[in-house]
C-alpha cells in the first residue's frame, strides 16, 4: 500500500485547502473554501447546527482509522446538479441527498491533526467503509472494507478517485472468490461515492 498523506486542518472543514470540485466530469459545487465547521461549509446545506462528536461514528470506521484519537462526523446535502450530474455520469442514483462524512484526528503536541476521512456506504446488502486521504486537492481513496467480501478484490480501490471509472472486468477485476454481481454493486457504490466526495470538497481543476 501507498505511503498515506496525513492532513494538516486548521478547524474541522474536510480536507483543509481544497474548494469547488472537477471542471469537468462531476458537477461542480460552491468555491467558498471548505476549511470551516461542518455549519458553514462551502457546498450544500448542513444539517446539523455544530460537529458532532464520535458518538455517530461506525465501529467499523474507528477500527478502519485506529490511529484517530477523536472523530467529527458532517452531514451535507448534495445539491441537485452535483446529484444530476453523477447520476448521469455512473448511471445509476444517489443513495441519498444527505452525505455523511466522518472526520478522524488525531491530538500529538498539543497539534490536532487529520488522519484521513471515511464515508460508509451500502452494497450488494453490506457496509462498505471507504477511507480518503487528499491528493492533488481531490479526495482519493485509501483502502476500502467490507465484511465477507475478499480484501484482495477491495485492494484494488487505492488510489482511486472521481476520475476513475471502477469499470468491473477492466480497471476493477473480479477476484478473491467475491462473485460477479458484489463486485458490481461494490465498485458502482464506490464510485458514486467518490464522485460524491469531489463534487462537496474537491479542488476545482481541468483536464
Do not use: W
Request: with cysteine; charged share 20%.
Amino acid at each position: 500500500m501507498k505511503k498515506r498523506t496525513v492532513l494538516m486542518i486548521a478547524g474541522l472543514g474536510l480536507f483543509a485547502g481544497l474548494a469547488g470540485a472537477c471542471s469537468s466530469g462531476s458537477a461542480p459545487a460552491n468555491n467558498a473554501g471548505v476549511n470551516r465547521t461542518a455549519a458553514t461549509a462551502n457546498t450544500g446545506t448542513a444539517n446539523t447546527a455544530a460537529p458532532k462528536a464520535d458518538d455517530e461514528t461506525p465501529a467499523a470506521v474507528k477500527a478502519a482509522l485506529p490511529d484517530a484519537q477523536s472523530f467529527t462526523v458532517q452531514h451535507k446535502d448534495v445539491p441537485k446538479d452535483a446529484m444530476d450530474s453523477i447520476e448521469k455520469d455512473a448511471g445509476a442514483k444517489v443513495p441519498a441527498t444527505d452525505h455523511h462524512s466522518y472526520l478522524a484526528f488525531s491530538t500529538t503536541g498539543g497539534k490536532r491533526t487529520q488522519v484521513g476521512a471515511a464515508t460508509v456506504v451500502k452494497a450488494g446488502g453490506k457496509d462498505v467503509v471507504i477511507i480518503y486521504d487528499s491528493k492533488d486537492g481531490s479526495p482519493t481513496i485509501r483502502e476500502v472494507r467490507a465484511e465477507g467480501v475478499s480484501p484482495e478484490f477491495l485492494k484494488q480501490f487505492a488510489g482511486k478517485g472521481h476520475d476513475d471509472i471502477f469499470s468491473v472486468g477492466n480497471d476493477i477485476k473480479v477476484s478473491g472468490g467475491v462473485d460477479d454481481a458484489t463486485a458490481k454493486a461494490v465498485a458502482q457504490a464506490v464510485r458514486i461515492d467518490s464522485m460524491t466526495m469531489q463534487a462537496l470538497y474537491g479542488a476545482a481543476h481541468s483536464h
